[in-house]
């Protein structure tokens, strides 16, 4: 799809001939995720869809309690240090940002009246300022009034490097001023495409400044209401033990008509997946239970208990296999796999052609994953029905086999490929995960069959995702030849998401392997489209530049998409609400409610 | 006997240089121990890499082990058992949130032990091979082969999910007030309480059997008999008391984990107790709290010992302390 193509789609859209869901569909379709796709609309001056909550309650409370299963417990509720999504979930409860995002892609206003669009003056015409307009009849839990000052504050104090909030990449390249009361200006260094960063979604929510001012920077942490939390949010604090239980009650004074439903909140923290689905769809005990990590096939069964549902919520998480583009094998001043080195025999793009036939995903989703890991062929990803139909996917053993005999692999008397002395042998590591050793083995099994001999390494979690400079098994390292791991899409823009593969992330010692291109593929053009989305303002533009970057790493077979993993959630039959794949669970918990 | 105040403070002398080592041995293991608590903060792309940087500096972990280790001993000796990193408080706020249902659930169930192996180990004594005895025995060992986490699903399988009876989810927190606030502690707690002090007893009936039995044939008790003392009055006046010193010694020892907790039946039953603190720890990297656990853990094993042997020579006055 390329710009012109865009640009009359998005003239459907206005002129009706195109519903935005279709929109949206249809981008996905081309590997772009639904926030953009959204964006795309909202920067066409294209107004939202009114958000259909599907709330129906008619007043509020009078729901009794709602009991929500983490198997991890929170154990801080102040969002600006939450590092885990248990925390940002547990903050969200309390915390409220200016805006959240739905599960297509929309954002959707909390605190704010308005999105801010070109159309309504909320966006500059330069792309480097955004206003944003606040809700005047918010007051937090304590009664005191919402306002301007309180958004700047959060901007002042996440910012600040004393205070070390998890949040400063988000704050600390904007400049954020109070225009009057209930309006504030947030200023971005460069021309920003993607401005719905800062005081949205799980990393946006809102302290207040009457109970944080006294406790900036080094002080952050002496704060009481680190574990008190005081938000504007749909349920009030009653109390919390870290890692075990966060308990609240309903808001009154809430902003939002007739809500909430529930009179109490309660997020009971610990304990494993399994059993946290068991108390859910089995025996009831809890009304929804978060981040189910179990097999499908034990969720199936456990669903046969008829008390609730597995919810598969579609985000933009994959598991995928990774090539290393350099020599792992050989040290070059004191580094594996250093840049300076090229890989003897990947760099062959028949080698990895051949080994991307050779990944039977249909089989590793059927047998491995079921609904919790769709079989797909990009790396940009979102629910089953709209995978691109552009990269397909193909599992042929004998296909590989042709490909490798034309680019003279023989089959030596080992049965392992060769040519010019190199043989195709392989070190793959993951982590150490049920599902991810099963996978290595059916990928193994095809690869032999091929004449490529895989080495299974699996490699234990904490080591793996760490970041120990002097571990050579982690996963920035990529000390080998393959890896598979899940990389999480955290952030509903992929700008961040696509930086993997830009020559300038290289993991190299120098960085102390902190940066996140670790296949240490390189690729011009897809550097120069990188680089031009960073700054390209035309949402259009920008988009066919993602599209572009994703056929480019797939296509060049710079890694291997796997399975895309959308998130398990359990929740009660009679309990509805809204869920979304690009923020927290929590993103409108005031519309929670449960049926009659 | 006198008071062995010498004795104690020998003891108490001894115990120090072994908690020093142990101290030196769990911090050392900790610190070269995989892991890192702000991993999730460096894979994470959107956190720049300054803040795991600033967070490092802020608790001193970019200091030599030694340095930090000093540090660390300074501050327990002051009484001040570190910062979690993970929740960012204090560890002994964390470790006090959670000790009261330790000791609730840990304690009741050590107190069931006690209840049933007592009687049922004494009365399988008094009649050896009997049927009763027979019974006992086999349950008994069928008691200490199962483990905790085997036994607990099995318990939940069969009275939270076909009998719907029991919930299997503690909540240490029950909004609810008067007589149902009670009742639903104890349900809840019926089962972790019985998975864990079935399985103490099972072992404990084996030793008040066996240290009775070995009583039971001493030729004073042979005496007793023969002055025409009634049955009962020579099990519990003249066999219990002399059966039961090597039984308190036990028992003492066991008490230290009433604070430690149980890691598995606690992570089963989601008891909010030292075990699971001490297991989330674990997994979060959250060595501050790992280290106050495990060292306030290994200081009352060291306690409860010395407690166990003072106790076995006040119960039995020819076993003398020097």
């Known amino acids: 799809m390329n710009e012109q193509e865009l640009r009359g789609l998005i003239e459907a859209v206005r002129e009706g001939k195109v519903t935005r869901r279709d929109f949206i569909g249809t981008l996905l379709s081309f590997g772009v995720a639904a926030p953009i796709a959204g964006q795309l609309l909202l920067h066409a001056g294209i107004a939202q869809a009114q958000p259909t909550s599907g709330y129906k309650a008619t007043k509020r409370g009078g729901g009794g309690a709602l009991k929500v299963l983490w198997w991890q417990g929170a154990t801080l509720l102040n969002p600006h240090f939450a590092v885990g999504t248990k925390d940002q979930d547990g903050s969200r409860i309390f915390y409220e940002p ?38 005047k009849d918010v007051q937090w839990h304590d009664g005191k009034p919402f306002t301007s000052a309180d958004v700047v504050f959060n901007w002042e104090y996440a910012s600040d490097p004393a205070t ?12 954020v001023q109070a225009v009057d009361a209930y309006t504030v200006r947030v200023e971005y260094a460069k021309a920003s495409p993607f401005w719905a960063d800062p005081f949205v979604g799980v990393r946006g929510m809102i302290i207040p400044k009457h109970l944080f001012d006294a406790y900036r920077g080094a002080k952050s942490r002496e704060a009481p209401n680190n574990l008190k939390p005081v938000g504007t949010g749909p349920y009030k604090f009653v109390d919390f033990t870290p890692g075990d239980m966060v308990r609240g009650q309903i808001n009154t004074n809430y902003h939002q008509p007739n809500r909430p439903f529930f009179d109490t909140i309660e997020m009971k923290g ?171 083995a059916i990928v193994k099994q095809a690869a032999q069959k091929a004449g490529i001999e895989l080495e299974l390494k699996a490699v234990t979690a904490s080591v793996f995702f760490s970041s120990d400079v002097a571990n050579p098994d982690t996963y920035t390292k990529l000390y080998c030849d393959m890896q598979m791991y899940t990389t999480t899409m955290t952030q509903p823009d992929p700008e961040t998401f696509m930086n993997q593969y830009v020559s300038w992330e290289f993991a190299t010692k120098a960085n102390k392997w902190q940066g996140r291109n670790s296949t240490r593929w390189q690729n011009d053009e897809y550097d120069k489209a990188f680089r031009a989305a960073e700054v390209e303002l035309d949402p259009v533009k920008r988009t066919a530049l993602f599209i572009r970057m994703n056929d480019l790493v797939v296509q060049d077979r710079a890694i291997i998409a796997v399975v895309a993993r959308p998130r398990p959630r359990a929740s009660n039959l009679k309990l509805k609400f809204a869920e979304s794949g690009w923020d927290s669970d929590f993103w409108a918990l005031q519309d929670w409610y449960r049926e009659a | 006997m006198s008071f062995p105040g010498t004795y104690v403070l020998r003891r108490l002398l001894i115990a120090l240089p072994s908690l020093l080592g142990i101290s030196v041995v769990l911090f050392t293991v900790l610190a070269l ?88 180990g004494i009365y399988a ?38 009998l719907d009876w029991l919930p299997f989810v503690y909540r240490s927190d029950i909004a609810a007030s008067g007589w149902r606030f009670y009742w639903e502690h104890v349900k809840q707690a019926i089962m972790p309480v019985a998975v864990l002090g079935l399985f103490q007893a099972a072992s404990w009936t084996r030793y008040v059997r066996s240290a009775a039995l070995d009583v039971i044939k001493l030729d004073y008790v042979t005496t007793a008999r023969s002055k025409g003392l009634r049955e009962r009055t020579v099990i519990l006046k003249h066999v219990v008391r002399n059966a039961l010193i090597p039984v308190v010694t036990l028992v003492a020892l066991q008490l230290p984990s009433i604070f430690g907790g149980a890691i598995v039946t606690e992570q089963i039953f989601r008891v909010p107790g030292i075990g699971s603190l001490l297991i989330s720890a674990i997994l979060a990297n959250d060595t501050p709290v790992i280290m106050a656990v495990t060292f306030v853990l290994s200081c009352l094993v060291i306690a409860f010992n010395l407690a166990a042997d003072i106790l076995y020579g006040w119960l039995d006055p020819r076993i003398s302390l020097r």
């Open chain 1, 98 to 135: 200016l805006a959240g995002w739905d599960n297509d892609g929309n954002l959707i206003p909390v605190l704010a009246t308005e999105i801010p669009t070109p159309d309504n003056g909320g966006v500059s015409k330069d792309g480097k300022t955004i206003i944003w307009k606040l809700k």
């Open chain 1, 164 to 175: 070390a909030a998890v949040t400063i990449g988000s704050y600390k390249d904007v400049k």
């Open chain 1, 270 to 440: 610990g304990g494993d997946a399994v059993s946290a689905a068991r108390a859910v769809l089995q025996t009831g005990e809890f009304d929804y239970a978060w981040n189910l990590q179990v097999e499908d096939e034990i969720l199936v069964r456990l669903e046969t208990g008829g008390k609730g549902r597995v919810n598969i919520i579609s985000g933009g998480d994959i598991e995928f296999i990774q090539f290393n583009f350099t020599d792992p094998w050989t040290e070059v001043d004191g580094e594996r796999s250093s840049i300076k080195t090229k890989h003897p025999t990947l760099t062959d793009p028949v080698v990895r052609e051949a080994m991307s036939l050779l990944v039977d995903r249909a089989s590793i989703q059927q047998f491995i994953y079921g609904r919790t890991g769709i079989a797909t062929a990009n790396f940009i990803n979102n629910p089953e029905r709209y995978r691109s139909k552009n990269n397909k996917f193909e599992f042929n053993v004998d296909k590989a086999i042709q490909l490798l005999e034309n680019a003279g692999w023989k089959q030596g008397a080992d049965g392992v490929r060769t040519k010019d002395g190199k043989k195709l042998k392989f070190v793959y590591q993951t982590s150490v995960n049920q599902p991810r050793q099963k996978t290595q």
């Open chain 2, 33 to 120: 121990a995989p892991g890192d608590p702000f991993g999730e903060l460096v894979s994470n792309p959107n956190i720049p890499a300054e803040v795991a940087a600033n967070l490092r500096l802020k608790f001193g972990m970019d200091d030599p082990v030694a340095v930090r280790y000093l540090r660390w001993l300074a501050a327990m000796l002051h009484g001040d058992w570190g910062f979690s990193f993970a929740s960012r408080i204090d560890v002994s706020d964390l470790i006090m949130q959670r000790l009261p249902t330790t000791i609730q659930v840990i304690g009741s169930s050590q107190l069931l032990a006690l209840l049933i192996a007592l009687p049922v």
């Open chain 2, 125 to 162: 004594a008094t009649r050896p091979y009997s049927l009763f005895d027979q019974v006992a025995g086999t349950l008994t060992f069928i008691g200490f082969s199962l483990p905790t986490f085997f036994t607990g699903l099995l318990l939940i399988l069969v009275f939270s999910i076909e």
